[in-house]
């Protein structure tokens, strides 16, 4: 018995020195050597649990975690590191549980309130996030993860300019840390002021913030500038990063409708959809590209779908008027239209959709009001400038409507 006693202790001594001299490949060796020799010492199974993590072995780290944290249920630390493990392994229900039981145990645990508040973002519970940070703020009031992600959670709060004001408190006290910078861009992006926002998402990513969700919210202000290839590219690295997000796709399926690579865009909605099947956006990519492949009934068929999940979709009733008006329903495509635009009135896309149903009824004066409307929301759409065409021509202006083909033209994709 001594010996054995003996030989663990020697066991957790040499495994703090390998993991000191960052040695975790052999580190790990000893601390499954030691939970083996005594299946119920916390110092091994916790110390095995901490060297998973940091070798990113997150579903083998998990049963260790939970071991660490039966044999010693009150060890903040083996608490954290579980929460910790539920992160990286996108299990943010039981993260928030493990962390709040470890601010439980030790309210100072500063980590513990930092880390616990961007899963409350995840999880859309804002207000509670801000909370979360306040609490760490008590702690330390130059904590720069602490600023930045209360900015965050503001963000999604559409205060907006209150988080650019707590981004830029947070980047006066550390100019390199990521998180400032990416609350910055996510603060621009929702205020349409875009290209700054590209700017400081590139300074976040430059910086560290290398995962899927910079790059995928770069390729959402990069849709808003209508730069439709670097949607494209923004949103594959954000796939190779994580293939599973689902933003990414989107993302990515915009961008190949708008370069009018239909079939891959189609592609693109089965991936969304494969992945959340109550996914607006995934019917909405399809129906586009339906559309635009000329599968007008099957186009209108997921228009349906889409507003079975979302009936307020102003986008979906969009589409679903310009498959109805390709079908040469046109009376039901302008009912549609009617209903998008009460939903969304300053929707550009839906004004030259009503434009493009009164040109299919030949009623051009109005269709030229309705392309005029939404080139004044966006006179950078490609869409609402040749609409507006076709109503000159259909009026006999054609001098006018060559200007405005024109116009088109040097706007397209």
């Given amino acids: 018995m001594r010996s054995s006693v003996k030989s663990l202790r020697t066991l957790l001594r040499e495994g703090r020195r390998l993991k000191k001299q960052r040695k975790y490949l052999e580190a790990l060796e000893i601390y499954q050597r030691a939970v083996q020799l005594d299946e119920n010492d916390f110092d091994a199974w916790a110390n095995l649990g901490y060297i998973l993590n940091l070798l990113e072995r997150y579903a083998e780290a998990l049963p260790v975690h939970e071991r660490a944290t039966q044999l010693h249920p009150t060890s903040v630390p083996a608490w954290s590191n579980k929460g910790l493990n539920f992160i990286k392994l996108k299990r943010p229900d039981e993260a928030l549980a493990a962390y709040e039981r470890a601010t439980t145990l030790a309210p100072g ?28 703020l008590k702690l330390d009031r130059k904590n720069v993860r602490a600023w930045a992600t209360k900015g965050l959670a503001l963000v999604f709060l559409d205060r907006c300019e209150e988080a650019l004001a707590l981004a830029e408190r947070a980047r006066m006290l550390d100019q390199s840390h990521p998180t400032s910078w990416y609350t910055k861009a996510m603060a621009l992006s929702k205020l349409g002021r875009f290209e700054e926002a590209v700017v400081d998402f590139d300074r976040a990513i430059a910086l560290g913030a290398d995962d899927a969700v910079p790059w995928s919210n770069k390729a959402n202000a990069l849709r808003g500038l209508k730069r439709y290839d670097e949607v494209l590219a923004a949103a594959d690295r954000a796939l190779e990063l994580d293939p599973e997000s689902v933003a990414a796709w989107i993302s990515k399926g915009i961008a190949l409708n708008a370069l009018q690579r239909y079939d891959e865009a189609l592609l693109a909605s089965e991936q969304i959809l494969k992945r959340d099947a109550n996914n607006v956006s995934g019917y909405i990519t399809g129906g586009v590209a339906l559309s635009k492949l000329g599968r007008h009934e099957k186009a209108l068929e997921v228009c349906e779908q889409a507003l079975e999940v979302d009936p307020d979709s102003a986008l979906a009733w969009n589409n679903k008027s310009s498959a109805l008006n390709d079908l040469g329903r046109h009376d039901e495509a302008l009912l549609a239209i009617e209903r998008a635009l009460a939903l969304a009135p300053t929707a550009d896309f839906a004004w030259t959709s009503k434009a493009e149903i009164l040109n299919s009824l030949g009623r051009f004066d109005e269709a030229s009001q ?17 609409t507006k065409a076709k109503a000159l021509h259909g009026l006999g202006q054609v001098i006018e409507a060559q200007t405005e083909e024109q116009q088109a033209r040097s706007l397209e994709p």
């Fill in 109 to 136: 645990l500063l980590n513990g309130w930092v880390n616990m508040a961007p899963i409350l973002i995840n999880l859309g519970r804002f207000q509670d996030a801000i909370s979360a940070c306040d609490r760490a």
């Fill in 370 to 386: 309705c392309a005029d409307q939404a080139i004044t929301l966006d006179n950078l759409s490609a869409a609402a400038w040749n």
